[in-house]
């Protein structure tokens, strides 16, 4: 069942998960939340993948929650357990020791801008647009806020978040929502040219280096300071750090063992 609602491929130690509900703009009912963390789970555990790359099928890429499956459960229980499970969702995406590359065309918004903003990189068709439009709704997009504010400076979020408007590309790049905005026809050179430089590091130091970025971002400087200097003790013990120390003195290619 899961597969209906999100594809997976996987080539070159790398793995692109598809959310595939294209006539509904990939909306995130919960079926297809609850795929898209059940394939998660499967990734953590997979050595094969060095890199994840979330993409949308159809003509956009997220338009985030399920409207018409909201408005068909009137339940506050039901409420409470949909934004359980999304904010599970993106903890998950932070979680996963690979790097998690969003494919950004068409558009993304509210939880699907939320996606873009959890992911710890984007690129992004200059044809995409963002937006955090539930104020046009009545319904705050606070949930998405959560990402965005973590993601693009104050002013930024607060004016996508009160007034509602889609950006474009070259705002959300400006911004620092996405990294790279390319035409169209170059978005999956992009992908690929990304992933190619992630697959080359050792697995272990991307996975120690993404525990540790949003660890040290929920604390003071002092104790961010005092957490990364044993976390790059710890990361200096391993072997792929010895084995990168030697590569780089001798002028050769480093061949990582993920230990």
Request: charged letters at 20%; a neutral charge; aromatic letters at 6%.
């Amino acid at each position: 069942m899961t597969e209906d609602f999100v594809r997976r491929h996987d080539a070159g130690g790398v793995a692109t998960l598809t959310l595939n509900r294209p006539q509904q703009r990939n909306a995130l009912s919960r079926a297809m939340i609850a795929a898209l963390r059940a394939d998660l789970a499967r990734l953590a555990t997979d050595a094969s993948v060095k890199a994840v790359v979330l993409a949308g099928a159809g003509p956009g890429f997220c338009s985030g929650h399920d409207l018409k499956e909201i408005q068909a459960n009137p339940d506050p229980a039901f409420y409470a357990a949909l934004f359980e499970d999304c904010a599970a969702l993106m903890l998950a995406i932070q979680a996963l020791p690979q790097p998690v590359i969003a494919r950004v065309h068409g558009i993304a918004t509210a939880a699907g801008c939320q996606l873009v903003a959890t992911c710890d990189l984007a690129i992004a068709s200059t044809e995409a647009k963002f937006a955090t439009p539930g104020v046009h709704i009545g319904l705050f997009c606070s949930t998405p806020m959560v990402a965005l504010a973590r993601t693009v400076p104050r002013k930024r979020a607060l004016e996508m978040l009160m007034l509602g408007e889609a950006i474009d590309a070259d705002t959300a790049l400006a911004y620092g929502l996405i990294n790279r905005a390319v035409a169209p026809d170059a978005l999956d050179a992009a992908i690929a040219e990304m992933t190619g430089k992630l697959v080359s590091k050792s697995p272990l130091t991307l996975k120690i280096g993404k525990e540790a970025f949003y660890r040290q971002d929920e604390l003071s400087t002092a104790d961010a300071y005092a957490y990364t200097a044993a976390v790059m003790a710890r990361n200096l013990a391993t072997r792929d750090a010895a084995e990168g120390i030697e590569a780089f003195i001798a002028k050769r290619a480093p061949v990582w063992c993920g230990a």
